[in-house]
C-alpha cells in the first residue's frame, strides 16, 4: 500500500479498498475464502497483528481464553516451553514464560480506522452514519434485489447513479433533504475529488476519508466491488460499482450536512486541529504481540504434535484387499471422514477415497425448468462446457400461496382467506412434527435422479451462449484419467465403484450454500457424480484409458451418488443401469450404508443439546432428519465447525486413526505420482479451498461481530443477496455465530505423503500456491513414505520434525467416548 502523498489518486484508492472490504458473493455463491485475504502477502502473525491495528478485528482468542486454555492442559506445557525456545531463545525462556503466564498486559486499543471520519461527532455532534446509512442501504437493497420485493426498481436498464439521477428528475419527491444536495447531483459531474473537496477540503486526507466512510458498512460496500468485478454472480444482473457507490453517499453526506447546518458549516479539514496517523503507516511489533504469537502457535502445535503422535505410532496397514466389496469416492470434507470410517468397519472388504467433490466435472449445468446456468465447480475455474437436464419424471413441488398473485389487492385477499389459513395450520403443524416441505432447501431437488443429462457431445457445433454442450470422448478420457491418477485407483478395481457427491438440507439458514460443496461452487456434487460415472462407464473413454495404462475391467460398473450431510441419507443414481450381478452386490453395499450412516448421524448427534447421544444409532438417526427440518434448529449441522486438517496421502496413513472428523482427507498415492504432477493439482485447489474454509471459520470465531455475522435469529435476508441485522443494518460477512462457536481457532495443517524434495518443487511452481505456505497461512508437514520420517515446512525448507508425545491411547471401540463427551476429542488409535 503506498503511503499518502500531496495527490489523492482516485483509481489507485477505489484499487486499494476494493483490496480491503470484505469479498463475500451474493448468498447463493457463498464460499469459504480467507477473510483477511488482502494481507496474504504478509505472514500470517504480521497480517494478524496489522488488520488488528488498522481495523480493529480480534484476530486471535483473548490473552484470558489462551492462559485459561493452558491451566485446563489444552495448550501443553511442553509445547509452549519449545515455541518460547525457538523464538526467544533458552536463556531467556522462563522469563518469557511468566510474562505469557501472568503479567497483566492491557489490551484495548483503539483502530485507525475511522479515526479521521469521527471528528464530525466530536465537533459538530453530527452522527452521519444515522442519517445516511437507513437511506442508503434501503435504495443498495431495492436496486440490487434478486427477488424479494413485490415490486421492480423504477429504472433497472442503467447504471445505478444514471437510474438515481432520472428518479430525482422525475418524482414528485427527492431522497435528499436539501436543494443544495439535489443541485449538485443534477447539474455537476459530481466527481469524487470536487465532493471530497466539498465535505473535506484537505487533499491529504481525501483517502483516509474514503476508507473510514467504506468500512461504516463494509458488507455492502464489499458486495458491490464484488458485484462491479462479476456481475455475473447476480442473476438479474445490475451496473453498480464502488465509484457510483461512494459518489452517492458523499451527496448525502453533504445533504445531511446542509439538513443539519444550512451553509454554516466548513469542510473537515479546515478546522481538524490534529491530523490521526497515517492509516497504513508502519506497525511496530509489541511485547504483547509477541506473547499472542506465542499463545497461538502454542495452542496450535499442542494438537498437531498429536496428530503426528497419531500418525507415527499407528500400525500402519498397507496389505492389499484380495477381493474388494465396492470402491467409493467421496468428497474431501472433512464431514465425510466418519461415514468413510464406518464404511469400512462394518465391511472391511471395501475401499474409500477422498477427491474435490467437483471429480474433475467442470462445468455449468441447467436443470430442465431452469432459467440461468448454475456453477458446479470450484470458484477459480471459468467452465467451457454444460450439462442439460432433460426429460425430467417429477416436477417440482411448490407450495400455493407462494405466488406472484398474491401480491395483488383482489387475489391477495382472496388467497389469505383461503389458502393463507391452510398455510397457518401447516405451519402450526409443522412445528410439533417438523417435516419436508417445497420451501425447504434441500440437496435432493438440485437434479431428478431418473432424468436424463447431456453429458456426451457428438457434434462440436451444438453450443449454447458460447458454452460447449457436453464434453466430447477425447474429453472425457482426460477427466476420468485425471480423476483416478490424482487418487491412485488404476488397478485393482472393485466391480462397483460409488461415485459419492453431497449436500445438505435446511429450512431456516440463508447461508445454506455454505453447507454444500465448496468444490461444486456452494452446490450439490449429484451432477458431477453421475456425470463423471458416465464418462468412467462409457466403452471409448475406457479404450483410451487402457492405452495410458489405465484397464477398467468390463465387469466394472461406476454409479453416482449423494450424501445428504444434514440428514445423513444417500440416494443412488442410474441403478437400472448395473448388470445382475452388479445389481445383487449394489443391495448389499445399500445395506452397509445404511448402517453406516445410522452411526454416522449417532456420532454428530454428541454435539447437539437436543439429542440424547446414548439412544441407539436408528433412533438417533430420525431425530436427525426430524432436525434437519425443524423451523427451531439454527444448527441443523455444524458443518465444517471442528476443521483443521488436510491430509493427502494413501488411505493407510489414516485408516486405523479417529481424527474426530477435523480432517479433509485427499487420496493420493506418490507412486502413481513420482514427479508430483497430480500433488501440483491436488494443491493448487486445496491450499485455498481447505486454507480458505478453516481461516474463514478462524476469523468468525475470534470476531464474530466484525469479521463474522454474529447470531442468525435477528437475520434479516436482505433482496437475497445478504443477511443484516433488521432492515436498516449494514451486510454480515462471513459466518454466523451458531456455525463457528465450537470451532478451535487454529490454522490449516497439511499433511502429505510424498518426499520433502518433491514437495518443495511442487509448491514452489505456482506462486499463489506457495504463498499459502510461505507465509504461514497454513502449516505444512511431509510424510517420507519411505522411512516415515516427519518434516515441517519453516522459512522455505523441510526440516525434520522432533516429536514431544510418546504415546497415543488405543480404543477397541469408540462408542463410548462419543456418547459421553461434546467437545473436541483426542486423536485415538482403533484397534
Known amino acids: 500500500m503506498k503511503t499518502h502523498t500531496s495527490l489523492f489518486d482516485e483509481h489507485e484508492v477505489l484499487h486499494e479498498l476494493k483490496h480491503y472490504l470484505p469479498a463475500q458473493a451474493p448468498l447463493k455463491d457463498f464460499v469459504h475464502h480467507n477473510t483477511l485475504h488482502a494481507f496474504q502477502t504478509l505472514k500470517f502473525h504480521k497480517a494478524l497483528q496489522k488488520a488488528s491495528e488498522l481495523f480493529g478485528y480480534k484476530t486471535s482468542l483473548s490473552l484470558d481464553e489462551f492462559r485459561a486454555h493452558y491451566a485446563s492442559k489444552r495448550i501443553r506445557e511442553d509445547v509452549l516451553q519449545r515455541v518460547i525456545v525457538e523464538r526467544k531463545g533458552a536463556n531467556l525462556a522462563k522469563v518469557w514464560a511468566e510474562k505469557a503466564i501472568n503479567y497483566p498486559y492491557k489490551t484495548a486499543r483503539q483502530p485507525r480506522i475511522g479515526s479521521l471520519r469521527a471528528n464530525w461527532k466530536k465537533e459538530y455532534h453530527i452522527d452521519l452514519d444515522s442519517m445516511v446509512h437507513p437511506i442508503l442501504f434501503r435504495i443498495l437493497c431495492s436496486y440490487l434485489d434478486q427477488g424479494i420485493s413485490i415490486w421492480n426498481f423504477p429504472i433497472r436498464d442503467k ?110 479539514g479546515n478546522w481538524l486541529q490534529h491530523k490521526p496517523i497515517d492509516l497504513f503507516a508502519d506497525i511496530p511489533d509489541t511485547e504483547l504481540s509477541d506473547i499472542m504469537v506465542i499463545w497461538q502457535e502454542a495452542f496450535e502445535w499442542s494438537y498437531y504434535d498429536q496428530v503426528v503422535a497419531g500418525l507415527e505410532f499407528e500400525p500402519h496397514d498397507n496389505i492389499p484387499i484380495a477381493l474388494k466389496s465396492f470402491q467409493a469416492m467421496f468428497c474431501i470434507d472433512d464431514r465425510e471422514c466418519s461415514l468413510r470410517r464406518y464404511l469400512e468397519e462394518f465391511d472391511p472388504a471395501c475401499e474409500t477415497f477422498g477427491t474435490p467433490g467437483f471429480f474433475g466435472v467442470d462445468c455449468f449445468y441447467q436443470p430442465e425448468e431452469g432459467k440461468y446456468y448454475t456453477k458446479i465447480c470450484p470458484v477459480p475455474i471459468s467452465p467451457r462446457h454444460l450439462i442439460k437436464e432433460s426429460e425430467s419424471k417429477s416436477k417440482r413441488q411448490q407450495d400455493l400461496h407462494f405466488n406472484k398473485h398474491a401480491h395483488s389487492f383482489h387475489s391477495g385477499w382472496l388467497i389469505s382467506q383461503t389458502l393463507g389459513f391452510w398455510a397457518a395450520l401447516r405451519l402450526f403443524a409443522n412445528i410439533f412434527r417438523p417435516s419436508m416441505t417445497p420451501a425447504a432447501a434441500s440437496s435432493f431437488k438440485h437434479m431428478d435422479n431418473l432424468s436424463r443429462l447431456t ?41 462397483i465403484v460409488y461415485i459419492v457427491g453431497h449436500g445438505a438440507s435446511s429450512v431456516n439458514n440463508p447461508h445454506y450454500a455454505a453447507y454444500d460443496c465448496g468444490a461444486c461452487s456452494g452446490r450439490a456434487g449429484s451432477v458431477n457424480a453421475r456425470a463423471m460415472s458416465y464418462m468412467a462407464n462409457h466403452p471409448q473413454v475406457r479404450a483410451i484409458l487402457r492405452s495410458k495404462g489405465v484397464d477398467i475391467p468390463a465387469t466394472t ?135 480458505g474454509i478453516n481461516l474463514e471459520y478462524f476469523f468468525s470465531r475470534v470476531d464474530n461481530q466484525q469479521l463474522g455475522a454474529g447470531t442468525k435469529l435477528p437475520h434479516n435476508v436482505m433482496g437475497l443477496i445478504g443477511v443484516a ?49 510461505i507465509n504461514e497461512w497454513v502449516h505444512l508437514m511431509v510424510v517420507d513414505p519411505q522411512t516415515q520420517t516427519f518434516y515441517v515446512f519453516k522459512e522455505g525448507a523441510f526440516l525434520p520434525y522432533k516429536l514431544l508425545m510418546d504415546h497415543i491411547d488405543t480404543v477397541s471401540d469408540i462408542t463410548p467416548i462419543l456418547e459421553t463427551h461434546q467437545e473436541d476429542l483426542p486423536i485415538y488409535i482403533l484397534s
Request: some cysteine; overall charge negative; glycine content about 4%.
Open 455 to 495: 453429458i456426451e457431445n457428438t457434434n462440436l457445433a451444438d453450443r449454447e451462449n458460447g458454452l460447449q454442450i457436453g464434453y466430447t470422448i477425447d474429453e472425457m478420457a482426460v477427466r476420468v484419467e485425471g480423476l483416478l491418477k490424482s487418487i491412485g485407483l488404476v488397478e485393482n478395481f472393485a466391480s
Open 557 to 691: 460398473q461406476f454409479i453416482g451418488a449423494l450424501h445428504d450431510t444434514t440428514r445423513d441419507e444417500v440416494a443412488f443414481f442410474d441403478e437400472a443401469s448395473l448388470s445382475p450381478e452388479n445389481l445383487e452386490k449394489h443391495k448389499a453395499a445399500i445395506a452397509t450404508f445404511a448402517e453406516a450412516l445410522d452411526y454416522n448421524a449417532k456420532e454428530r448427534s454428541r454435539r447437539f443439546e437436543s439429542i440424547d447421544s446414548k439412544l441407539s444409532p436408528k433412533r438417533i438417526h430420525e431425530k436427525i432428519r426430524e432436525r434437519s427440518v425443524s423451523l427451531f434448529e439454527p444448527r441443523p449441522e455444524l458443518n465444517h465447525a471442528t476443521n483443521a486438517l488436510t491430509i493427502i496421502g494413501r488411505r493407510s496413513l489414516t485408516k486405523s486413526l479417529f481424527l474426530d472428523r477435523r480432517s479433509f482427507l485427499n487420496s493420493y498415492d506418490y507412486q502413481v505420482d513420482p514427479e508430483g504432477k497430480y500433488l501440483f493439482t491436488i494443491l493448487k485447489a486445496a491450499a485455498p479451498v481447505t486454507g
Open 159 to 268: 447504471d445505478f447513479l444514471s437510474s438515481m439521477r432520472e428518479m430525482e428528475q422525475t418524482s414528485f419527491t427527492s431522497v435528499f433533504r436539501t436543494k443544495q444536495a439535489k443541485k449538485l447531483f443534477l447539474t455537476t459531474e459530481c466527481t469524487i475529488p470536487e465532493l471530497l473537496t466539498l465535505l473535506v477540503g484537505d487533499e491529504s486526507l481525501y483517502e483516509h476519508y474514503l476508507f473510514d466512510q467504506q468500512f461504516a458498512h463494509a458488507g455492502w460496500s464489499g458486495l458491490v466491488g464484488v458485484v462491479e468485478d462479476l456481475p455475473e454472480t447476480l442473476l438479474d444482473t445490475r451496473k453498480i460499482s464502488l465509484h457510483d457507490l461512494i459518489v452517492f453517499e458523499l451527496l448525502l453526506e453533504i445533504d445531511a450536512l446542509y439538513y443539519q447546518f444550512g451553509n454554516d458549516w466548513t469542510p473537515l
Open 725 to 773: 441485522n433488521g432492515m436498516d443494518g449494514d451486510l454480515r460477512p462471513g459466518l454466523p455465530s451458531q456455525m463457528i462457536e465450537v470451532h478451535d481457532p487454529i490454522r490449516m495443517f497439511f499433511i502429505i505423503e510424498h518426499f520433502p524434495d518433491i514437495v518443495l518443487k511442487v509448491i514452489q511452481e505456482l506462486y499463489a500456491t506457495y504463498e499459502w505456505f
